[in-house]
C-alpha cells in the first residue's frame, strides 16, 4: 500500500531534506557520497533540498537527543503530507552506543513516525540508495520481519582477576554496569 | 629551553606552589599546583613562556583522593611538551580561581567542567551555561562520580527554552538552525546584522552533547573505547581512536610495536586524505563552484575502497587496541595503495591547479575571515587555521607519535591568515600525506601489530596525547582506574578552540561571506559537543553545508 502510494504521490521526482539530530557527521557524509558521480542519486530524481517545506522525504540521522527533540519534531510537521521519514544509520534506528545516556532519548521514532530503517554505522551509499529505491518501488525488499526476542547478554569484564577456571572453563564474571 | 630548565623556572618562580612534578613518560608532564596559585602560574606558563593552551579539565576524584581536581593543560610545542598543571580542590566547596582571563583559550573549558562537574571557576568573565541541554536543572552535574550514566534528573523540564542575550542596538537579529537546510549539524545562531554587516552573534550549540566521557567512564573497558571514541566525529573518527589508545598507552607505559605505528601512520594520513579532500569540495559547494565538488568527491571515492578492504568499513575503521592495531596491511592492500595514490596525486594535481588559476575563489576567499597569529595565540586556535596565519605548529613534527618519527614531511605553512591560505594549506598538505603514505609503505617491516598486556594497568595514571586531526590538534586526557575502565576520558577536539575564534573571524564582514569564513575552520560539532549537552554563546558556528548558505541566501533576500 505505502509502496503504491509512493509511486503514485512521489514518481520520479523525491525531494529529500536531512535533518541530524545529533549524529557523528558518519551517515552525512555518505549521504553526501550518495549524490556524488559514483553513486549519483538525481537519476531517480531525489535531490537534496534546504527546507523542510520543500521536501517528500526527512532523512533523520543521529539518535533523538533531548536537546534537539522540539527542533526535529518542528521540522517534521513543517513537511506538506503525504510525507516520509528515513532513519538512516544505527543511531537513528535504534539509538547507537548511546541509547541510555542521560542526554539521548533513543532511537528517532520516539519523536517522529518513521517509515524506513536504514541500518549501518554508517551504512553505505549503495545501502541508502537501495533504501530509497524500496521506497520507490524500484527494488524488492530482501528481508522480512521476524520476531526476536531479546536476550539479556552478561557483559564480560575482561580482566585476568574476573577469570575463574572451573573444570577446564574459563567463566567471566557478570559485570556490574556501574 | 630544555625541559629540566623550564622546571627550575617554575620552581624559582613559584617555590612551594609547585607541590609536585612527575614526568609521567618523556615529555608528559604532571605538576601539582596550590589552587591559589594556579591562576598566577597558568598566566606566567601562558605569556611568559609562550606554552599553547591545550585544555582544561575537570574530575571529581572524591571515591579515590577525596578532592576534585582540574587540570589546565598546556604544550611547549618547540620541546615536544605536554604539560599538566593540577590543582586539588577540597571535596566541599569546589572552586577554584578562573585563569579565562588571562587565557582567553581556556573560556569554554571552564563553563563546561562548571556545567558537568560543578567546579565553580571563580571570576570567569561570562559563567553561563555552556554544554548542559535547556531543560536540565541546575545542580546536577553529570559527570560526578555520584551521577549515572542514564540518569535523568526528575525535575527535567522539556519546556524551558535557551535564554539569549539581547542583541546590539540597532542590529537585526538573523537566527539559523538548529535544522537548517544544510546545516550538516544542528546548532543555532543568532547572527546580529546592521544592514549587509555581521556585528556579532550568539551561539547555542553542544546539541551533539552525547554523554560519551561519562560512557566511557561508567560502561565501557578499555578496549571498547576506541570503538566509542571512534564515533565521537564520522570524518575525523580514527584520530580519536588512536589519540585514546596513544594516551592509554603513554599513561600505562606501553610501547606498541613497530609495524602497528606504521599503520596507524598510514591509516591516520589516509583519513587526513579523504578529510582535506571532502572539504575542498565542500568549501567549492559553497562558493557556488560545484564542478569542482562533485570532482573532489570521485577523486576521494577510492580512498573510502581501500578503507574498507584495510578495515571493513569506509569510515569507522575499528583501528586501535590498548597496544597495536586490529588490521594488517598486506602486501596486495599496499600494492593497491600505492597505486592509488599515483592516480589521486595526478588528479589532485589538476585540481590544485584549477582551484590556483579560478578567480571566483581567490576573489571569495582573500581578506575574508581573517586569523592572524595574535587571535592564533589568545583563542588557541589550531590546525590549517593556525598555519594559515603563519603559527607552525604540528603535533606530527613536535609531539612525534606512531611513527611520525621516522618519516620526512614539511609543515605548510602560509602567511595571510584569510581563507584563501586555508584553501592553499589544505591543497598542499594533500601532497604531504601522500608522501608520508609512501614513505610508510616503504619502511614498514614485518612483525607483530599487537603487543601483549598481561597485566592489569595501574590505577590513577595520567596519560596525555595530542595528534594531529585533520582540523588540527585533538588531545586526550585519561586517567587509568579499575574495573578494567578509566576513571576520567576528556577529549577537546580542534574545532572546540577554533570555534571560540569564529566571532572574531567573521565580525564586521558582509554577511555572505560568513559561511565560507565559517567553513574554513572545516567546523565539526559532534567532536566539539561529545561529552553533554550543553548552550553556549559567545562562540559563533561556522558550518559548511549548502543549507546555511542557502539560508543566508534567503535571510538576505527578506531584509
Same mark, same amino acid.
Given at each position: 500500500m505505502l509502496r503504491q502510494l509512493c509511486r503514485k504521490m512521489f514518481g520520479r521526482s523525491l525531494w529529500v531534506y536531512h535533518a541530524n539530530s545529533g549524529g557523528c557527521n558518519g551517515c552525512d557524509i555518505e549521504v553526501l557520497n550518495a549524490l556524488t558521480p559514483y553513486y549519483d542519486a538525481e537519476r531517480f530524481g531525489i535531490k537534496l533540498v534546504g527546507s523542510p517545506r520543500h521536501a517528500d522525504v526527512m532523512l533523520c540521522q543521529g539518535p533523538a537527543m533531548r536537546s534537539t527533540a522540539r527542533a526535529l519534531r518542528r521540522a517534521y510537521e513543517a513537511m506538506p503530507a503525504p510525507k516520509l521519514v528515513f532513519a538512516i544509520g544505527s543511531c537513528a534506528c535504534g539509538g547507537g552506543v548511546w541509547h541510555d545516556s542521560y542526554a539521548v532519548l533513543g532511537p528517532v521514532e520516539k519523536i517522529v513516525p518513521v517509515d524506513f530503517y536504514i541500518p549501518g554505522c554508517p551504512p553505505r551509499p549503495e545501502a541508502i540508495l537501495y533504501g530509497v529505491a524500496l521506497a520507490l518501488g524500484l527494488v524488492d525488499k530482501k528481508i522480512v520481519p521476524a520476531e526476536v526476542r531479546a536476550e539479556v547478554l552478561p557483559v564480560p569484564k575482561y580482566h585476568p582477576e574476573d577469570l575463574r577456571r572451573e573444570e577446564e572453563v574459563t567463566v567471566y564474571t557478570k559485570a556490574e554496569k556501574f | 629551553m630544555k625541559a629540566r630548565e623550564k622546571e627550575r623556572t617554575l620552581r624559582e618562580r613559584f617555590g612551594a606552589a609547585i607541590r609536585r612534578t612527575d614526568v609521567t613518560s618523556p615529555g608528559r608532564w604532571c605538576l601539582y599546583v596550590a589552587p591559589e596559585a594556579i591562576r598566577e602560574v597558568c598566566r606566567f606558563v601562558f605569556r611568559?613562556?609562550?606554552?599553547?593552551y591545550v585544555i582544561s579539565v575537570g574530575m571529581d576524584d572524591r571515591p579515590y583522593s577525596g578532592r576534585f581536581l582540574v587540570s589546565h593543560n598546556f604544550a611547549f610545542d618547540r620541546d615536544g611538551i605536554l604539560a599538566a598543571f593540577l590543582a586539588e580542590l577540597p571535596p566541599d566547596r569546589p572552586e577554584i580561581p578562573s585563569i579565562a582571563g588571562e587565557v582567553p583559550a581556556a573560556g569554554w573549558a571552564e563553563r563546561e567542567?562548571?556545567?558537568?562537574?560543578?567546579?565553580?571557576?571563580?571570576?570567569?568573565? !561570562?559563567?553561563?551555561?555552556?554544554?548542559?541541554?535547556?531543560?536540565?536543572?541546575?545542580?546536577?552535574?553529570?559527570?560526578?562520580?555520584? +551521577?549515572?550514566?542514564?540518569?535523568?534528573?526528575?525535575?527535567?523540564?522539556?519546556?524551558?527554552?535557551?535564554?539569549?542575550?539581547?542583541?546590539?542596538?540597532?542590529?537585526?537579529v538573523v537566527p539559523f538552525g538548529p535544522f537548517h537546510p544544510t546545516l550538516?549539524?544542528?546548532? +543555532?545562531?543568532?547572527? !546580529?546584522?546592521?544592514?549587509?554587516?555581521?556585528?556579532?552573534?550568539?551561539?547555542?550549540?553542544?546539541?551533539? +552533547?552525547?554523554?560519551?566521557?561519562?560512557?566511557?567512564?561508567?560502561?565501557?573497558?578499555y578496549n571498547d573505547i576506541p570503538m566509542l571514541a571512534e564515533r565521537i566525529c564520522g570524518i575525523c573518527g580514527c584520530v580519536h581512536n588512536v589519540a585514546y589508545a596513544q594516551a592509554v598507552e603513554s599513561a600505562a607505559g606501553i610501547q606498541p610495536p613497530p609495524r602497528a605505528e606504521y599503520i596507524r601512520t598510514v591509516m591516520l594520513e589516509l583519513e587526513r586524505l579523504h578529510s582535506h579532500l571532502l572539504w575542498v569540495g565542500l568549501a567549492c559547494h559553497i562558493l557556488g563552484f560545484d564542478t569542482l565538488f562533485m570532482q573532489a568527491f570521485r577523486i576521494r571515492e577510492p580512498l573510502m575502497w581501500i578503507a574498507e578492504k584495510i578495515s571493513g568499513n569506509r569510515k569507522t575503521y575499528s583501528l586501535c587496541l590498548v597496544g597495536g592495531v586490529r588490521w594488517e596491511i598486506t602486501p596486495p592492500l599496499a600494492a593497491e595503495l600505492r597505486g592509488i595514490l599515483d592516480r589521486?596525486?595526478?588528479?589532485?594535481?589538476?585540481?590544485?591547479?584549477?582551484? =590556483?588559476?579560478?578567480?571566483?575563489?581567490?576573489?571569495?576567499?582573500? =581578506?575574508?575571515?581573517?586569523?592572524?597569529?595574535?587571535l592564533v595565540k589568545e583563542l588557541g586556535l589550531l590546525g590549517p587555521v593556525a598555519r594559515a596565519a603563519g603559527v607552525d605548529i604540528d603535533c606530527r613534527r613536535d609531539h612525534p607519535y606512531a611513527a611520525y618519527d621516522r618519516v620526512e614531511f614539511d609543515v605548510v605553512v602560509e602567511l595571510d591568515g584569510d581563507v584563501w591560505s586555508r584553501v592553499l594549506v589544505r591543497v598542499r598538505e594533500v601532497f604531504e600525506s601522500i608522501r608520508i603514505i609512501r614513505q610508510c609503505l616503504e619502511k614498514m617491516e614485518p612483525g607483530p601489530i599487537q603487543t601483549p598486556i598481561d597485566e592489569?594497568?595501574?590505577?590513577?595514571?595520567?596519560?596525555?596525547?595530542?595528534?594531529?586531526?585533520?582540523? =588540527?590538534?585533538? +588531545?586526550?586526557?585519561?586517567?587509568?582506574?579499575?574495573?578494567?575502565?578509566?576513571?576520567?576520558w576528556r577529549v577537546r577536539a580542534p574545532t572546540y578552540q577554533n570555534l571560540q575564534g569564529v566571532p572574531a573571524m567573521i565580525r564586521d564582514q558582509t554577511l555572505a561571506d560568513m559561511t565560507i569564513a565559517l567553513g574554513s575552520i572545516d567546523p565539526c560539532f559532534s567532536c566539539t559537543d561529545r561529552l553533554e549537552t550543553v548552550d553556549l554563546r559567545t562562540g559563533l558556528v561556522k558550518v559548511w553545508s549548502q543549507a546555511e548558505l542557502e539560508q543566508l541566501v534567503r535571510a538576505r533576500k527578506s531584509h
Open positions: - | 611568559e613562556m609562550d606554552a599553547r567542567f562548571r556545567d558537568l562537574v560543578g567546579i565553580e571557576p571563580k571570576g570567569h568573565p !561570562y559563567p553561563k551555561r555552556l554544554v548542559l541541554p535547556d531543560g536540565w536543572p541546575d545542580g546536577v552535574h553529570p559527570l560526578r562520580k555520584d +551521577h549515572a550514566w542514564n540518569e535523568v534528573p526528575e525535575d527535567w523540564d522539556d519546556e524551558v527554552t535557551f535564554r539569549f542575550d539581547d542583541p546590539p542596538e540597532g542590529c537585526t550538516d549539524e544542528p546548532a +543555532h545562531f543568532r547572527l !546580529y546584522v546592521e544592514g549587509e554587516t555581521v556585528r556579532g552573534c550568539e551561539y547555542r550549540g553542544f546539541m551533539v +552533547h552525547r554523554g560519551i566521557e561519562k560512557l566511557a567512564e561508567s560502561v565501557m573497558s589521486l596525486e595526478k588528479e589532485w594535481n589538476e585540481v590544485a591547479q584549477a582551484v =590556483g588559476r579560478d578567480r571566483n575563489i581567490q576573489r571569495r576567499t582573500r =581578506g575574508v575571515g581573517m586569523a592572524d597569529a595574535r592489569e594497568l595501574l590505577p590513577g595514571r595520567i596519560g596525555l596525547s595530542s595528534v594531529e586531526a585533520p582540523r =588540527g590538534e585533538s +588531545h586526550h586526557f585519561v586517567v587509568t582506574g579499575e574495573n578494567n575502565r578509566p576513571r576520567r
